[in-house]
């Protein structure tokens, strides 16, 4: 038996304590029984709250096979060399079930074990009750109040919550690579409008020229044509080349630029880590900042509130009705949409 | 200015009486309405599902680069062939942004247009209000109603939502290749246990021999060990080989095996559509159809009891007490998770 688990069950108090005195041991406990929503969970959330803040979050996406596990571990080296801390979270969209294989994705990010500097955690997307981005979201929020200096989020671009968590940093890496096939090409178009900083890793391979022009003339139409402004998927308006004229030379807009990297022996790390930080400065001084944290609340806000009330129905919906409702809609004699009617009218 | 444009705008009863008559002017316009959960989508709904329950279900997911779009393609063909009706949906990863892409993905399945005994549509993964589970069900509900014999659902295999769309089929095809990245393997490896059907398209290539051992050690260990029991990411419960022994050899288990495919040339494609089709038979022998299609209406039931709320909380939050609140939260006044109390306490 070993010491982990004889520890007796911290209470919430006592994880918050050790969260914020810099216990690894504890701050893991706590980021499990966050993951796992147990009972007093949102007590330690909320007690955690008012410590955050202070973390840069830095969003990083793209699609399987441009490298984002091995740029991600790159930076976070190079944030440790700037003597910042960082905590890193994974999301895995591998399932429990294949360890394996989830651990080899990992092996890359290595490098950083035995630095008390830096903290790994890998979730899976799949069996996250109450919703992947909340629970990812509550997971930053721990590490923030950790002490954190940069709190990287390394999801896979496709899903919906896997593209929204990336979206929803304060800073969003969009990550490509040369030469990868004709479906992995569509995913990559799908999110390149999220991207603050889009980096072209593996830039050493066969085919970066071509890459690298595609994107810049993708750049060129969204910088100078329409430009959508999305929430969350969802379209809020569209900028036209008139409407973004007057400030379009303004030094307070963010100019979306393709850097080259080679993750794997360092190239281009530096520069790309300076870009982010000029991103992070340029948030603050030019007022984005605070539209991104309101946004960013709301988001959070809205993602408890809609795991709560998850919660609620599912607690509500009586399983011998329920049973029987299932049954009358195989037979046909009712239908899913005046069933969910019944069942809300008294909610 | 064209007929389509000019017509004017069909009522539900409208839709729904050209849905069952088979007009693919109306049916398309009833998906669209569908999609959008226009006003009168739920009662749209509620008109066609008596109609449904004839059409076999079938799932097709895979990482990136295994060859989806063309399977699908090559098995709607076959399934032509034998006289059958093929809708498809397809889930598309990318955005309505860059249509460029979505239309790039979607052209090897060109070889279907013009034959009016398929209807393919394809759907973005983002900007699905109500969710994309639901969503999908939705549409899914409208093209069973119309009488397709056999309904394809393509979707990416990475992804919470999209993982779990494939998996709530009648018939779950898992689709791999061979010689793809790491993190593809990992994606691989991660929905193996939603697969009916495992299939190596692309089986022309090296190292097909590799993937199938692979595969196939993976199934013994799924087969002769212990076998994790799921309903929508969440373990259910875990079968250990003593339990399984009981009706290991008998006539009524499913047995997962893998097929090879080359979907370009249309190798195996048959032989895929055979073991298809046994499925669906066993699923009624076993008495399994049953059980699938309790849990498909619980989940549809579900999903739209989901939406239906989400909607509600969205409505009743009203912006200016939530602007404050966000406000608050920014300043650290209050925290997320004491806020989103506040606000529940309500309802």
């Known amino acids: 038996m070993n010491n982990a688990t004889a520890m007796p069950r911290p209470t919430a108090a006592g994880l918050v304590e050790g969260v914020l ?27 955690l709250y008012p410590h955050t803040g202070r973390g840069h979050i830095i969003g990083v996406t793209g699609a399987p096979g441009t490298g984002k596990s091995t740029l991600v571990t790159a930076l976070a080296q190079s944030y440790r060399q700037g003597g910042m801390t960082v905590g890193i979270v994974a999301i895995d969209p591998t399932s429990p079930f294949t360890g394996g294989a989830l651990l080899g994705d990992r092996v890359r990010m290595r490098a950083l074990a035995g630095d008390t500097g830096v903290f790994v955690r890998s979730m899976a997307t799949r069996g996250s009750l109450g919703g992947l981005s909340k629970t990812t979201g509550d997971v930053v929020t721990v590490l923030d109040a950790a002490g954190y200096d940069r709190i990287i989020v390394e999801t896979v671009g496709v899903g919906q919550a896997e593209v929204e968590i990336a979206s929803t940093a304060h800073t969003t890496l969009v990550v490509e690579a040369p030469g990868l096939g004709d479906e992995v090409q569509a995913i990559k178009a799908g999110i390149l409008e999220i991207a603050d900083i889009l980096v072209v890793n593996k830039a050493d391979r066969p085919g970066v020229d071509k890459t690298l022009r595609a994107l810049e003339m993708m750049l060129e139409i969204e910088n100078g044509g329409a430009r959508m402004i999305r929430h969350h998927g969802q379209l809020l308006r569209v900028e036209t080349p008139a409407a973004l004229a007057a400030d379009w030379d303004g030094e307070n807009r963010w100019k979306v630029i393709v850097m080259k990297t080679v993750a794997a022996d360092g190239s281009g790390i530096v520069e790309l880590r300076d870009r982010i930080e000029a991103h992070w400065r340029w948030l603050e001084e030019s007022g984005e900042m605070a539209i991104r944290e309101q946004l960013r609340i709301a988001n959070t806000l809205e993602n408890i509130v809609r795991a709560e009330l998850n919660r609620r ?35």
């Open 313 to 347: 129905i599912l607690a509500r919906l009586p399983a011998a009705g329920m049973d029987r409702m299932v049954a009358a809609i195989r037979a046909r004699e009712t239908d899913p949409y005046a069933a969910a009617g019944k069942l809300l009218a008294g909610m």
């Open 21 to 47: 005195g810099g216990d690894r041991l504890l701050l893991a406990r706590a980021i499990t029984r966050v993951e796992n929503h147990e009972g007093d969970a949102a007590e330690l959330l909320s007690a």
